[in-house]
């Protein structure tokens, strides 16, 4: 009998840390998630009696989100963040899941990130810049949703785009996935390894920084130089 579960499409679960997350950011969240499978799951959280949630309550139908109502049941006691986290166990421990998008900009989320990793299921989280470190590398991919909203707002055509800078951070990270991943002859080695090794060390996303892939980020960094090769499939070697 085949395995139902390798039959099944894959199934993402997505979380929504309704106080810590902007519903301008949802169409592209779940543009990303969609790398990772249909998000068949869609939960928000938070007191909906708060005027500041009003943006989510008018797009929660909208986007098929089921809304989670939890009440503040004592000052400066946030009971939101409990309830996500126990409903991302419980789906954790249920099987039907293989993998968790997370919006919130709370670093409060780390543990539950880390916990969800070690089953060895992606997690994507989408919070702002300010976004504790913590939270952020606990993630497989991190995304700054400002970038993902400024993506989105710079479609008009008369606007000339700036040109997207890549921190020297991101360019070192590259350069030692590169010189530790398997080089043919020539110097070449497999973005697909290259970007393997680099997520290893780090929850960077090439969308961060205004490129839709890792593959456009590669090519706009003056010290790599690349090659497409049979089946699509892209090589990049280190210049001097």
Request: with cysteine; aromatic share 8%.
């Amino acid at each position: 009998m085949a395995d139902s579960k390798r039959d099944r499409r894959t199934n993402v679960a997505l979380l929504i840390d309704a106080d810590n997350a902007s519903p301008d950011s949802i169409d592209p969240v779940l543009t990303v998630l969609a790398e990772l499978g249909t998000v068949n799951i869609r939960r928000i959280y938070g007191n909906w009696s708060k005027p500041a949630l009003k943006g989510w309550s008018n797009i929660s139908h909208q986007y098929a989100i089921e809304p989670q109502q939890q009440f503040d049941v004592a000052k400066h006691k946030n009971a939101t963040d409990m309830k996500m986290t126990i409903d991302a166990m419980d789906l954790l421990a249920s099987g039907r899941v293989d993998g968790f998008g997370i919006m919130s900009s709370d670093s409060d989320f780390m543990p539950l990130a880390m916990r969800i990793r070690q089953d060895g299921l992606p997690v994507y989280g989408f919070g702002t810049g300010k976004t504790p470190e913590s939270f952020q590398k606990a993630c497989t991919r991190f995304i700054d949703v400002t970038a993902l909203e400024a993506k989105n707002d710079a479609a008009s055509p008369a606007k000339s785009k700036p040109k997207p800078k890549v921190d020297a951070e991101v360019i070192t990270l590259l350069i030692d996935a590169l010189k530790a991943s398997k080089r043919d002859e020539r110097g070449f080695a497999s973005l697909s390894e290259m970007g393997s090794r680099a997520g290893n060390r780090s929850s960077f996303d090439a969308r961060n920084y205004g490129f839709p892939r890792l593959s456009e980020l590669v090519k706009a960094v003056p010290r790599f130089a690349t090659e497409t090769r049979e089946g699509g499939r892209m090589f990049v070697k280190l210049v001097k």
